[in-house]
Each structure stands twice: as structure tokens, then as C-alpha cells.
Nanobody
Framework: VQLQASGGRSVQAGDSLTLSCKGGSGLSFSQYAIGWFRQAPGKAREVISC????????DGAGSVSGRFKISRDNAKNMAYLQMDKLKPEDTAVYYC?????????????WGQGTLVTVSS
């Protein structure tokens, strides 16, 4: 397994939650850009944010701006998604993915997804 996402669970609106993404031993984690995505039932997959190998972050154009924060710890082969002020519309399966850290690279490694359910 190249990537493993975890940390999803059921929470109440307004809560905070941190998702984790662990890189497997077969992945040169520190050399890859990591992205977080989500897919809600019946909706297309949405990019949340991306972090480069040098910790430069790029946020998607979705509705999470200012509430979610991506980070990484290369020494631990880990990436994180800190989610604050959660809303019911944040309910989705959340995925992490890795791509080569260069322009126009596609995400080639995907975690299995972790479910976040936000109740009002």
C-alpha cells in the first residue's frame, strides 16, 4: 500500500477533525506532492488542497477555504488535513493522493479513502 488515509469518523457540525495520510515504504514520500480530495455521494470528486515536497500549499476553489489546512511531516512520511468548523456539507469520503512534484504531473498513487460524516 503506497498511501493510507485514516481519521475519518462521525462528528457534529462545528467540530474539528484531523485526517492523516501515511506513505508506504515503497514510496519516496518526501519527493512527492500530496493532495487531499473528497467525494460526496452523487457528486464529482473535489480537490481540497495540495502540498508540495517543500511544503508550498495550493488550495482548491471549493468551499473549504479558510477552514481546512494541509500539512506534512516528511520525516514521518505523513500528511495531514486539519478540518475546522465542519459543516454537514463536508460529509464525504476523503482521499489523499501523491504525484511527482513537477508541473502537469498527475496523481498516480491514491489512498483508500476515509469517511467523514458531519451531523447537524
Amino acid at each position: 500500500v503506497q498511501l493510507q488515509a485514516s481519521g475519518g469518523r462521525s462528528v457534529q457540525a462545528g467540530d474539528s477533525l484531523t485526517l492523516s495520510c501515511k506513505g508506504g515504504s515503497g514510496l519516496s514520500f518526501s519527493q512527492y506532492a500530496i493532495g487531499w480530495f473528497r467525494q460526496a455521494p452523487g457528486k464529482a470528486r473535489e480537490v481540497i488542497s495540495c502540498i508540495s515536497s517543500s511544503h508550498r500549499t495550493t488550495d482548491g476553489a471549493g468551499s473549504v477555504s479558510g477552514r481546512f489546512k494541509i500539512s506534512r511531516d516528511n520525516a514521518k512520511n505523513m500528511a495531514y488535513l486539519q478540518m475546522d468548523k465542519l459543516k454537514p456539507e463536508d460529509t464525504a469520503v476523503y482521499y489523499c493522493a501523491a504525484r511527482e512534484d513537477r508541473d502537469y504531473a498527475t496523481y498516480e498513487y491514491w489512498g483508500q479513502g476515509t469517511l467523514v460524516t458531519v451531523s447537524s
